[in-house]
């Protein structure tokens, strides 16, 4: 499995790489030194080259290689608009996939709400990510797990009447740079990397 996903990602770097555009450090929001290029992925930092990408200085092999692959592979020189945010069933096509990103993206992240709420401080640092003041729920924030793909969350802690809950929205023209079902995996892995964060 391992060694497919990794033909995957290198096709996508190849395809990428054939037709490299002049202003690829900006499509990615990265700084490029030739066709090497640099951003934060994942709350870790992220190195693609024509031969590869390593993540935290490790080689990124497994599905998150494939994931920045597509992130490199359909970066376009559109700006993000974050708002207004929108939830990934608004997206076209994302139907066959909401049940999915419901309980990996969110639902994952309800029993640790209030390490979450206590470590945010820390968690937004590793995302470059920022508070959303003006927001509904007990608090919430955005994070970048790619330059362009943010995540705006808003988490609600349990009090006497209502349990726990977690709201993941996406950018209103999310779907420009990753593919749906790529959406969905970015949340999942994002989720992943928040749990490791707070109960290390």
Partial sequence: MGDEL???QLD??????????ED???????????????????????TVRPDGITLGGKPLTGPMGVLVALYVFHAIKEPVQL?????????????????AFSARSEKSLIPY??????????IISAFDGKENEKTKGDFSFTLYPLPKVPLHYIFYLADEEFPASVTCLLASNAELF??????????EYTAKRIVEIVTR
Avoid at 12 to 17: N, P, Q, S
Avoid at 83 to 99: C, L, N, T, W
Avoid at 113 to 122: F, H, L, S
């Fill in 83 to 99: 708002e207004p945010v929108k939830s990934f069933k608004q997206i076209r096509g994302a139907m066959p996939y909401h049940g």
């Fill in 24 to 46: 690829m450090d900006q499509r990615l929001v990265a700084v490029g030194e030739k066709e090497v290029f640099h951003f934060k992925a994942f709350g870790e930092e992220c």
């Fill in 178 to 187: 990753m593919p749906v079902d790529g959406l969905a995996d970015v949340g």
């Fill in 6 to 8: 990794l033909k995957i």
């Fill in 113 to 122: 709400v209030d390490e979450i709420r206590r470590n945010k401080g820390t």
């Fill in 12 to 21: 996508y770097l190849r395809r990428r790489y054939e037709q490299l555009p």
